[in-house]
């Protein structure tokens, strides 16, 4: 057996051991500690918003005392910092329920569902399904890769119609796709929803990167959301992560905005869920210069992702891959010529970079891998080295320490 | 109104805010921004291991880099960390639940009681009958205070005998008086128990205190406490925080050891719930040379326990208070002469001595305060602010800035 097969053993060794979820880099260093880790395009977050963060939260636990209170004192309860957070997304602090990562809104959503059954799109984010409790089965809707994977409406509309679940879930932009519905389309699907539909869980933890990248300049009020919506139509519970927008994914932080009697349900025994250091990032996320130095990071982001995506485009000349339309900050690509073990393992062994294999995703009938955007010029090295692997060039060989 | 009458309805304003917990700091910071809080003797942990932990961290997250990691990338799974942990604690990795706080046991492992009613000790901490699902209904069984809210072992058998519960829950030392059952106590029970019991909850959040502070030297295997216990007798679950041992309460960590069987039942959907620093925190905490510095701290802490009881202890013959015998590193303090509102109020504004209001409490008849041991000389301003209050003696004037 030699080197590179042995590798691709002990790479889908890992990856199984980590479920329907991608292996940690921390794994994978301690799996492979010989592995050089160039680019990390598995990763779903913003860098530049993550630089932002990272220097943010230093400077603020940068004395003893302030690191110590973020250590050892309780954190402020989760309705103190809902309160707290609550004016930047323009809702109540009552509909409000702050998070450990937007896994902990998902499960305590899914958890407060109506029973009768909820239509899921596959493929899709797998907690939507995975954490369904017992009485609220999955229903599944499966995107048509013929179509892209976008979400057509009529189609989709008249299978609502016919199945009447009591939800439905939508991810918007799609993980792992990036299919989108614009806010016209959204309220097409409301205005028309069978009434057996009583929660519309709509989750935009990719909506900051959906917008186009031409755009000159970010309003405010547009980094919000759909957050208003569950005011006005109180079926609707928006779900959205901080650790892609803010690249903060090791504070754990997300939210969900719903009606304020289902958020004083949701956010039942949920006391200390937010963890002292989160605390102060959230304490400088609300503030006006943070907001304004994310917008800064955001747009220079989405300048990228233009970019990106017109680099990975190209490759589709080369007959070897199919890349889906997205609207989130990462690109599906269909293999053509290899499986996605072979490219996987070859663009990690070979040139250190690291994307998403999606043998684990439901609803995806080929061979496909999910690629992230991160600086543009980490872009250019993951489309190379893509293109390399796909070509079937060497320009590196396998290394090890 | 004078200006302590206007504190003290500012204070217990916040006070109801915070339900059935303590205003936290930060809260009576905000709320009150001219007060001076000197001693928190409301907080149960180790200061001397929060020292240590504080430092530890400090120094691993000096560098940017390996800040960055702990705040940008996404955290381990719980089961890679539970992995991690299990053996400093002598279990299998598969029977340890890591969780985000003992809150999110407590949660979780309430969630998957047998249904059925479960016997509930009263006075106890506020989760243990707050997050019973419906399907477990509490049965409460009021310690009584004659006894010294100690736990009579026949008495007590004698009501599961005649209820015949399907789980019961025992926190050990209890908070908040500190009542204690020793090793051979709880083994005569658990041989005892009635056969409808198949769930014993078994909180040990005070455990490294409960032992005499005589000991010369804490042998390692004893910070394990009763973590062996579950895989000897498999209705036995071990909920422990680790806020009070290591001071550490902004990072949320607490565990369960329990059956593998109900292990694995209890971490569904808890994926990434351990944060980043959290986990920084964890890698350090399994090494032998912070356990090696661990102990020191907590021999020394024991220690000051002793003098702390016994200076509490000497406030009886003041004829004001009655102190209940505790195996905590705090004392339940029933004031004969005076409300807790006006003592609680006292000690905060004329000495920044802040302790546990227990007007919450179920299970109190009274007027009981918590006072919980801090650094030796913290504990001696604690108590001579405590003797001047209830002796009518007024030391310093009541300050605003």
């Known amino acids: 057996m030699n080197l590179e097969d042995a590798l691709t053993q002990r790479l889908l060794a ?57 250590v050892e004192w309780y954190p402020a309860q989760e309705t103190d910092l809902a309160r707290l957070a609550a004016p930047l997304l323009g809702v109540a602090p009552e509909q409000l329920f702050l998070a450990n990562g937007a896994t902990e809104v998902i499960r305590a959503v899914l958890a407060n569902l109506p029973p009768g059954p909820v239509v899921v799109t596959l493929p899709t984010f797998s907690p939507f399904y995975e954490f369904l409790p017992p009485q609220a089965p999955p229903l599944f809707y499966t995107l048509p890769k013929a179509q892209g994977f976008r979400l057509e409406l009529e189609p989709y509309l008249a299978f609502l119609q016919q199945e009447r679940p009591r939800a439905v879930i939508w991810v918007n932009p799609n993980n792992p796709d990036g299919g989108w519905l614009a806010p016209q389309e959204l309220a097409w699907l409301l205005a028309r929803l069978p009434d057996s539909v009583e929660r519309v869980v709509l989750d935009e933890s990719f909506d900051h ?46 939210y969900g905005v719903m009606s304020a009697a289902l958020a004083g ?5 949920h006391l200390w869920n937010i963890n002292g250091l989160a605390e102060v990032f959230l304490r400088a996320w609300v503030g006006e210069d943070f907001q304004r130095r994310y917008r800064k990071a955001l747009h220079r982001y989405r300048g990228d992702l233009g970019v990106f995506f017109q680099g990975l485009g190209a490759l589709e000349n080369t007959g070897q891959v199919r890349v889906f339309p997205s609207r989130g900050n990462f690109a599906l690509v269909e293999l053509l010529g290899h499986t996605a073990d072979q490219v996987f393992t070859r663009l990690l062994a070979r040139h250190g970079v690291y994307v998403r294999h999606c043998g684990d995703k439901r609803g995806l009938n080929g ?35």
């Open 265 to 269: 349900q949701t956010r039942r025994h």
């Open 367 to 401: 061979e496909f891998l999910r690629i992230s955007a991160r600086t543009a010029p980490e872009n250019t090295q993951v489309t190379q080295a893509l293109e390399d692997v796909l070509t079937g060039r060497q320009t590196e060989q396998v290394k090890q320490d």
């Open 14 to 70: 890992l990856k199984a051991q980590a479920g329907s979820h991608p292996t940690s880099l921390t794994r994978l260093r301690d799996g492979l500690p010989g592995l050089r880790v160039a680019v990390d395009a598995c990763f779903l977050a913003n860098p530049y918003a993550a630089e932002l963060a990272v220097d943010t939260l230093r400077e603020a636990v940068q004395s003893r005392e302030a690191f110590r209170r973020a």
């Open 209 to 254: 990167f959906a917008q186009p990248p031409g755009a000159s300049e970010i309003p405010e009020e547009s980094l919000a959301g759909s957050a208003w919506l569950p005011g006005k139509d109180p079926r609707v519970v928006v779900v959205k992560s901080l650790s892609k927008d803010f690249g903060v994914a090791g504070l754990r932080l997300g």
